[in-house]
């Protein structure tokens, strides 16, 4: 099915929000806030004050905030298949960012589809993409995995599998777990493993760090951590091989020394001496 130019069609819409800067937000995104019958999100509260702050008057456009949340999606399912059913406009938004990426919207979006409904999106902010793409960590290949199992064999599981992913691996983390996850990190990735901890995406304290596993250990230790988390973590790799750091890092700073930039030098010394890159661009940070 083709949406061709009409850009606020029929159907259930997920829409997203911005997750920090109200600048974030698309001008489809806006128009199908505007035409929808029903929005579904939730907080109608924050959802409020985003389309105050659009400039869009539900009252005159007579639309129905319907409050979906883990616990209460599947109750709105009729209503929102009654609207669907009477070719209106649905969005689904979220609190900030994009529905359905650890957040409600999955469940609308399959009992759309099993009904013949068209589903479209507005695309906009996603936390994790942002954080992957600020990372310096290879993009190549990526799995996000949300939140983590809070405890027991799921979580050991999901840990034992990070440990061993050779992809790019995307965590998001609530400030007061930030450090038990670091501390299990650890014990299953080893403390050299690099990462990056991403906060405040977008909006005025935002912060990117970068280091290894250990090294986010000693930071974390005499800074609190504040605000919603993304860690992305260095893919799995299986050799090392016998070459020192200090090798590695004499020839980074040759290369350096010869007008390379930082990244430049990592990508000649990672192929000149056939190591992992992950390795060379953490010796790089030191």
């Known amino acids: ?7 606020t069609a029929p159907g259930l819409w997920l829409v ?21 019958s029903i929005i579904c999100c939730e907080d109608t509260r924050r959802t409020g004050r985003l389309l105050t702050l659009l400039g869009i008057d539900r009252a005159q456009s007579h639309t129905r905030l319907l409050i979906t949340n883990e616990h209460t999606e599947y109750d ?4 929102v298949l009654e609207a669907l059913s009477q070719n209106e406009v ?5 609190d900030a960012g994009t529905p359905g990426i650890s957040d409600p919207g999955a469940l609308l979006v399959r009992a759309a589809i099993d009904n013949d409904f068209p589903v479209w999106s507005a695309p906009g902010a996603t936390a994790f993409v942002s954080a992957v793409i600020v ?13 983590l199992p809070r405890s027991g064999s799921e979580r050991a599981q999901h840990l034992s599998q990070i440990a061993n992913d050779t992809r790019t691996v995307v965590l998001y983390e609530a400030p007061h777990r930030l450090v038990r996850t670091i501390d299990d990190l650890i014990t299953t990735c080893g403390s050299d493993r690099c990462i990056s901890l991403s906060r405040e995406i977008t909006k005025m304290h935002e912060e990117t760090w970068r280091g290894t596993l250990s090294e986010a250990k000693g930071m974390l230790a005499v800074q609190e951590p504040r605000g919603e988390y993304v860690i992305v973590i260095a893919p799995f790799e299986e050799s090392f091989t016998d070459i020192s750091d ?5 020839a980074i700073k040759e290369s350096i020394a010869r007008g390379k930039s930082k990244k430049s030098a ?8 056939g190591i992992a890159r992950n390795r060379v661009y953490r010796i790089s940070l030191q």
């Not at 099915?1 to 850009?7: E, I």
């Not at 990372?135 to 939140?147: E, K, M």
């Open 76 to 79: 709105v399912v009729p209503d």
């Open 266 to 273: 990592v990508d000649e010394v990672s192929q000149q001496l």
């Open 16 to 36: 997203a929000t911005p997750i920090g800067n109200l600048g974030d937000i698309t001008t489809r995104a806006t128009d199908v806030l505007r035409a929808a």
């Open 135 to 147: 990372s310096g960590l290879p993009t190549s290949r990526i799995a996000f995995d949300g939140f």
């Open 246 to 250: 200090d090798h590695i890092a004499e």
């Open 1 to 7: 099915m083709s949406l061709n130019n009409d850009r």
């Open 90 to 94: 649905v969005a689904i938004v979220t």
